[in-house]
């Protein structure tokens, strides 16, 4: 998967930028609706673009399916230590 930002600006002038946030598969193919923020600051309109996908995957993805772990992760956590016994010091 890849994120990706498209941004555009209104005129010569100073803003506003409307930016567009997609989510693409490996074949470039847009998985869900873009997420749009539009701002005077280019920074402000790129985070308002990527909490509006965010949104929508919220909205829209099966709750099990965020929380999904690759196999590479759980053989990760499977060679983990436990740690067990430890003690915090007050001062």
């Not at 600006?9 to 847009?30: R, S, W, Y």
């Not at 308002?48 to 949104?55: K, Y």
């Amino acid at each position: 998967m890849q994120l990706l930002f498209e941004e555009m600006q209104e005129g010569a002038g100073p803003g506003p930028f409307e930016v567009q946030t997609m989510l693409k598969d490996a074949d470039g193919e847009i998985l869900y609706r873009p997420g749009i923020g539009t701002a005077r600051a280019k920074k402000d309109a790129k985070q308002l673009a990527a909490a509006a996908l965010l949104e929508l995957l919220l909205e829209t993805v099966p709750f099990p399916d965020l929380l999904y772990k690759s196999e590479k992760q759980q053989q990760l956590k499977d060679w983990q230590v436990p740690v067990t016994g430890a003690t915090s010091a007050s001062v």
